[in-house]
C-alpha cells in the first residue's frame, strides 16, 4: 500500500528510541510517503532520536515536555512552520513513576495521580488544541496509543490504567469538538509490546504471557502491528471512522476468562 501518505505531514510525539511504539509507526508512515517532524523529552534521549528521525529525513526534531503548554504550542507551531502545514498527529506519550507499577493503586499518592493523567491524558488535548487550527485546514486526524488496562483492572497497571481510561473518553470528547472541522481521533489498544515504558510495568512478562496462552490469536502482537493499525486509522481509508478505539492484541479484549 505505498503511497497513502504521499505528501503528507505530521508531527510524532513519543519517540525515545527504536523500540518505541511511536518509531514503528514513523517508519510505516514513511514507507508510505509521509515527512515528520519528532518531539523528544529530556536531552538524554536527543542523540537517539535525532538519529531516528534522520534515518528518514525528518525537518524538525524539537524538545517538547508535554506537561508544558508553552512547549505543545512551540513544537506544534515549529512542526507546521517546517513542514508547511500539518495533516497529521501521533501522540504516543505515557508516563507513571515505577514505584506506582508495581505495589496496590489505592496506595498512589495525590501528586504522583496527577501526574500520571497530566503526562498521559491531558498532553492530548494539549496538543490536539495547538494543532487543531493546521489540521482544520488539511481535514487532518490525530492518534493515540492507549490499552485494556483503562477499561478492565490489569494487576500492576494501576494508575496508568485511570490514565489510560482518561485519555479514552478524551480522545471521544475530542472526536466530538473537531470532528466540527472534519478532523478526527481515534486510538490504537496495543495488547504488551517491549519497550522501555513497559519494562517499567512489573509482571510485563505475565502480561506476555497471559495473551499468548488466552488471546484467541494465541500469539504476541508486536510494534508493527500497532504501526499498520495507527496508518489505517490516520488515512483517508478510515475518512469516516473517529471516536473509536481499534484493539491490536491478538484479540485479547474479547475474552471473559
Ligand atoms: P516508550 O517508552 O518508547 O514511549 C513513551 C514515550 O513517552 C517516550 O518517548 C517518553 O520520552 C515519552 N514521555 C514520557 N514523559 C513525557 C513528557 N513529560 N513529555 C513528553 N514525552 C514524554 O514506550 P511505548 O511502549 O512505545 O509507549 C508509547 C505509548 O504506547 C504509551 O502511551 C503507552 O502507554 C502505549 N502503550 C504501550 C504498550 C506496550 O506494551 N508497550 C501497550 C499499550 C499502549
Avoid at 514503528?24 to 542523540?47: K, P
Avoid at 495533516?87 to 505515557?94: I, M, N, P, R
Avoid at 485511570?162 to 472526536?175: E, G, I, P
Wanted: some cysteine; proline content about 3%.
Amino acid at each position: 500500500m505505498k503511497g497513502r501518505f504521499e505528501g503528507k505531514r505530521g508531527l510524532v510525539l513519543g519517540v525515545a528510541n527504536k523500540r518505541s511504539i511511536a518509531w514503528s509507526v514513523a517508519r510505516r508512515l514513511a514507507d508510505e510517503g509521509a515527512t515528520m517532524a519528532f518531539t523528544f523529552q529530556g536531552e538524554r534521549i536527543e542523540a537517539n532520536v535525532r538519529e531516528l528521525a534522520e534515518s528518514i529525513s525528518s525537518p524538525l526534531i524539537t524538545p517538547c515536555d508535554v506537561r508544558q503548554d508553552e512547549d505543545c504550542t512551540r513544537a506544534v507551531a515549529e512542526a507546521a512552520a517546517a513542514l508547511g502545514g500539518l495533516d497529521f498527529v501521533v501522540h504516543s506519550v505515557a508516563f507513571a513513576a515505577a514505584e506506582d507499577l508495581e505495589g496496590r493503586f489505592i496506595d498512589t499518592p495525590r501528586d504522583r495521580f496527577w501526574m500520571a493523567i497530566d503526562v498521559s491524558a491531558y498532553s492530548l488535548v494539549a496538543i490536539a488544541r495547538a494543532a487543531e487550527p493546521h489540521l482544520a485546514e488539511t481535514g487532518g486526524s490525530i492518534v493515540t496509543m492507549t490499552y485494556l488496562g483503562g477499561e478492565r483492572a490489569v494487576p500492576h497497571y494501576n494508575v496508568m490504567g485511570v490514565a489510560k481510561a482518561t485519555l479514552d473518553a478524551s480522545m471521544r470528547y475530542l472526536a466530538w469538538d473537531l470532528g466540527a472541522e472534519g478532523i478526527r481521533v481515534n486510538a490504537v489498544s496495543a495488547g504488551p509490546v517491549r519497550t522501555l515504558a513497559a519494562r517499567s510495568i512489573a509482571g510485563f512478562s505475565t502480561m506476555e504471557a497471559i495473551v499468548a496462552e488466552r488471546a484467541p490469536l494465541r500469539r504476541h502482537i508486536d510494534a508493527e502491528d500497532v504501526a499498520a493499525a495507527s496508518a489505517y486509522l490516520l488515512s483517508a481509508d478510515a475518512r469516516n471512522v473517529s471516536g473509536t478505539i481499534l484493539y491490536v492484541d491478538s484479540g485479547y479484549h474479547a475474552m471473559g476468562m
